[in-house]
């Protein structure tokens, strides 16, 4: 949108939520838009609720979740019945295969879940090297059973629903049970990123799937069932995730990896058996008058968002408005951030990261002094946070793409922020005869062990978690209160999108769609990354006579974002996927 319309559409949320309200029969759920292609936006309006909402990349996803919580189910019920509908309807991006961060607020307490994926056993730190010693190319590495991580998600959904469910588990599943026996129609979206894909239809399952018998995928408006998912969910809703950890679906995922024709991985059913999810506390963080509250190593999203917002905070956002100078604050920040993302920031479990040091508030006042308002630092270097031990050392990178994101507020004021992923658009390329995809997790360590001499913090090893960028957050106000529950996918740009978002909401009082909608820019300590086909291309001379070096970029952000207002709850889903936000 252009400046004046980005102006036009700044409405008082609370102001909003009371036109809305009283709306008339629709009140509390938006019309589903009609799903976009991969690329492109579909136009959406802000949704309200006045009793709970949630916010998914699919609309049969939110409904799914929605129906659950008119049922009286909690935000967790409804975020397992989401994520299971998402394995279905949006296959290239979470599901069973893969892993997921969960942050949640029972209306008390505040904790996270760290359901990420773990290497075998038999991983090494040269696992993607090539017999030349050099790192393999990335779809090299990708395509096969190498790149699988164990999966934490069914063991993430069922350990959350033991604590926080009020819905018996086998009714939480329900929804995508009935939905993989019945089917789905293709849509746009999904054929789209099935006709760019290259490498999935080498898998015979997946190809026998996705697409017709002339190789073409299948066309939109298809209704693709999937029996084996269906049974997957009814042995799931009958044994708990101990089923899927072990027995027929264990060995079904380790026949998958190992049984790879040309990339075959090691996993065993010894892997599968000796995964844990890991309850964490919550990373929280000031931002002017609201508490910032995410998740902490082995993801790096929720340290590097609030690096950022402590450097927006040395300047006047709010006056700033969208525009070059805004975007100058918000690409220093994030050059800054990335810097000790690179350095500082893996599994927990392996590394000492000094999570204290690089939050600590001294530490970041003095980062942020070396901004200059009026030009560009250009690459930015690690600092030296206090609190340090001794740990391992090295820059990497690691990124995921085939993520997704669900925001949820049930009826009692508990909240969900859960990412989820499978990494790359269709993970692993690998399908198993149980109905979903495997991810490829494990191309989110470093493939380069050493650097410069040294470990690499987020190299390969056994058992260790790879760093993610996921950035699940929930925001509450100078009360205590929740305010808000924000998140996005796009791999390392989810920390830029939920930054952007957050500037959106807490700086510029934007409502929730109009916030998810605004151009995402920033920078990943190198060029200033502004999104192409947006209001932010005009900004790049202005950047450039700061000195930025400025690309513009697609930049696929899927925002879901629900605020609580005193009416109510007011909820947008990014208009660049197909996503929708609805309510009771």
Known sequence: ??????????????????????????????????????????????????????????PLAAQAGRQILAAGGSAVDAAVAVQLVLNLVEPQSSGMGGGAFMVLWDGSVLTTLDGRETAPAAAKPDRFLGADGKPMKFYDAVVGGRSVGVPGTV???????????????????????????????????????LTQEKYLAADPRARDYFYDADGKPKAVGTVLKNPAFATTLRTLADKGADAFYSGDIAADIVASVTGHPTNPGDMTLEDLKAYKVEERPALCGKYRTYKVCGM??????QIAVQQILATLQETDMAALKPGPDAVHWVSEAGRLAFADRGLYVADPAFVSVPVRG????????????????????????PGDP??????????????EFGTSHISIVDRNGNAVSMTTTIEDGFGARVMTKSGFLLNNELTDFSFSPVEDGKPVANRVEPGKRP??????????????????????PGGSLIINYVAKALVGLLDWKLDPQVAADLPNVGSRNGPTELEA???????????EAKGHEVKLIDQNSGIHAIVVTPAGLVGGADSRREGVAIGN
């Open 1 to 58: 949108m252009d400046h004046l319309a980005w102006r036009a559409c700044r409405l008082g949320v609370a102001g909003l939520m009371a036109a809305l309200v009283w709306s008339g029969p629709s009140q509390g759920q938006a019309l589903a838009p009609s799903p976009e292609a991969p690329t492109g936006r579909t136009a959406k309006t802000i949704s309200a609720a006045t009793r709970d909402m949630v916010a998914a990349a699919n």
């Open 155 to 193: 063991r993430l959904l069922e350990t959350a629903h033991k604590k926080w469910g009020k819905l018996p588990w086998a009714q939480v599943l329900a929804p995508a049970t009935t939905l993989a026996d019945t089917g789905f129609t293709i849509s746009p979206r999904l054929n789209g990123l």
């Open 296 to 301: 902490g190593p082995p993801s790096s999203g």
């Open 358 to 381: 690089l939050t600590d508030p001294g530490y970041l006042k003095s980062r942020a002094a070396l901004v200059d308002p009026n030009r560009s630092m250009g690459k930015a270097k």
């Open 386 to 399: 206090p609190f340090q031990k001794a740990f391992l050392w090295g820059a990497s990178e690691g990124i």
């Open 467 to 488: 760093r993610s960028s996921m950035a699940p957050t929930i925001v509450f106000d100078s009360n205590d209160k929740l305010y808000a529950v924000v998140g996005s």
């Open 533 to 543: 086909g947006t209001e932010a291309a005009d900004w790049k001379a202005g950047l």
